[in-house]
């Protein structure tokens, strides 16, 4: 079976640093996109980036290019998600799901980060 | 900018056949797949279309997707409606630079 499984929810204070982990099994990680979708409380869903894995080639969306790092370690099928100093609107879930053609998922189950001091 | 433009909401009863648009702001449509994704309240989404109109392993045949250059949009058709398909439902496709693009979401309720 096809996974994508995410870490667990956190509770951050603004300035800290945070890096949420996306793990995929049952197909070759390498050979597939991974992207990171953002989702407000209550809002829709945001396109931050993607990557490949087999050789890292990393593309942020405009809005999020340097307010976020997307990153993968190939040996062990999994990509993140990190911030080096958190801000309280960054309180959202967060999800990966796989790309490219002839799929566009799964879905992992989304982490929920919450910032606040 | 590229932008899909969805319904805010769409409601239709069990049993009918409804029908979710998603319209781009400029250039062809058809130039990159659209997808459709469901999202249930308090879960992470589903694919339920993929490159137009491909259904994932397991999506009924309810399901289906289509593109329409003449009004440059994309179409979600769900017929048979049940009241599990309630739900937000977004398209995606890329922009020129290769970039994902979400439409707003559409709330589908079937009362």
């Known amino acids: 079976e096809v996974q994508l499984v995410q870490s667990g929810a956190e509770v951050k204070k603004p300035g800290e640093s945070l890096k949420i982990s996306c793990k995929g099994s049952?197909?070759?990680?390498?050979?597939?996109?991974i992207g990171w979708v953002r989702q407000m409380p209550g809002k829709g869903l945001e396109w931050m980036g993607i990557i490949y894995p087999g050789d890292s080639d990393t593309r942020y969306s405009p809005s999020f290019q340097g307010q976020v790092t997307i990153s993968a370690d190939k040996s062990i099928s999994t990509a993140y998600l990190q911030w080096s100093s958190l801000k309280a609107s960054d309180t959202a879930m967060y999800y990966c799901?796989?790309?490219?053609?002839?799929?566009?998922?799964?879905w992992g189950q989304g982490t929920l980060v919450t910032v606040s001091s | 900018n590229f932008m899909l433009t969805q319904p805010h909401s769409v409601s239709e009863s069990p049993g009918k056949t409804v029908t979710i648009s998603c319209t781009g702001s400029s250039g062809s449509i058809a130039s990159n797949y659209v997808q459709w994704y469901q999202q249930r309240p308090g879960s992470a989404p589903t694919t339920v279309i993929y490159e137009d109109n491909q259904r994932p392993s397991g999506v009924p045949d309810r399901f289906s997707g289509s593109i329409d250059s003449s009004s440059n949009s994309a179409s979600l058709t769900i017929s048979g409606l049940k009241t599990e398909d309630e739900a937000d439902y977004y398209c995606q496709s890329y922009d020129s630079s290769n970039q994902g693009v979400f439409g707003g979401g559409t709330k589908l309720t079937v009362l």
């Open positions: 049952g197909y070759s990680f390498t050979s597939y996109w």
């Open positions: 799901v796989r790309l490219g053609s002839g799929s566009h998922d799964p």
